[in-house]
Nanobody, 115 residues
Framework: QVQLVESGGGLVQAGGSLRLSCAAS????????MGWYRQAPGKQRELVAT???????NYADSVKDRFTISRDNAKNTVYLEMNSLKPEDTAVYYC?????????WGQGTQVTVSS
């Protein structure tokens, strides 16, 4: 069984910053990648950023140059540093881990950016 525990969401003004954390535990083994997705009201869940075990990163165009994904392998934790936040970044952010190409999800953490 795999558990993902997210933290760090909240309310911030436009232009501000937040840092999300996600700690993975359980039967992780050698996972393929970890990352963050988000879902705004009335919209589909979308990729925000991912990072592979080799350190390769991938970002949505909408967050490039503002968000940074990183990981601590020793702690099985992935982070998302979010800067220059915009109201359109408001969403529930979900942590994701891919193990043997199967996706697992956290419970989500709310990020609200006020204008």
């Amino acid at each position: 069984q795999v558990q993902l525990v997210e933290s760090g969401g909240g309310l911030v003004q436009a232009g501000g910053s937040l840092r999300l954390s996600c700690a993975a535990s359980g039967s992780i083994g050698s996972f393929n990648a970890m990352g963050w997705y988000r879902q705004a009201p009335g919209k589909q869940r979308e990729l925000v950023a991912t990072i592979t075990t080799g350190g390769s990163t991938n970002y949505a165009d909408s967050v490039k140059d503002r968000f940074t994904i990183s990981r601590d392998n020793a702690k099985n934790t992935v982070y998302l540093e979010m800067n220059s936040l915009k109201p359109e970044d408001t969403a529930v952010y979900y942590c994701n881990i891919v193990i043997n190409w199967r996706h697992y999800w956290g419970q989500g953490t709310q990020v609200t950016v006020s204008s």
